[in-house]
């Protein structure tokens, strides 16, 4: 079966800032490879409002790239970059990998900082 797999790599800054965009086609992709990168349409639909703490559900994508860039950038809004940063998500997670993560949970995370920094409460 012929498939050519197009893939985007985007670099940036701790704040965010696009340094480079990297396409690539890949024609038969190794399936060890479409295991890695499965679920595009889920990853896109919904706003993922979960239940925090549950790292080991089977039934919820990964947080997404844009989820994982999105904190990078709200957390260097708050003058926190670099490895401090991603020492804090994994903390404010309670996991060791940022790879255990789900959609939902990065979804929540996402909303409760933003509240945070309008001023709508503590992170707590």
């Known amino acids: 079966m012929d498939r050519e797999v197009r893939r985007i790599w985007e ?7 696009l340094l480079l965009r990297l396409r690539v086609m890949v024609k038969n992709e ?3 490879l479409q295991k890695e990168s499965r679920p595009t349409a889920e990853e896109k639909g919904g706003n993922g ?5 549950n790292h080991q559900n089977g039934n919820h994508p990964p947080m997404t790239d844009a989820q994982k860039r999105y904190l990078f950038r709200l957390l260097a809004g708050e003058g926190i ?3 401090a940063a991603y ?20 979804s929540q995370e996402i909303e409760r900082r933003l509240a ?7 992170n707590g």
């Open 11 to 17: 670099f940036r800054t701790d704040s965010g800032e």
């Open 30 to 32: 190794p399936a060890e």
């Open 49 to 53: 409002k979960g239940n925090g703490g």
């Open 81 to 83: 970059e670099g490895e």
């Open 87 to 106: 020492e804090e998500l994994k903390k404010a997670f309670r996991v060791e990998n940022l790879t255990q993560v789900t959609k939902p949970e990065a």
């Open 116 to 122: 945070a920094q309008k001023g709508g409460g503590t």
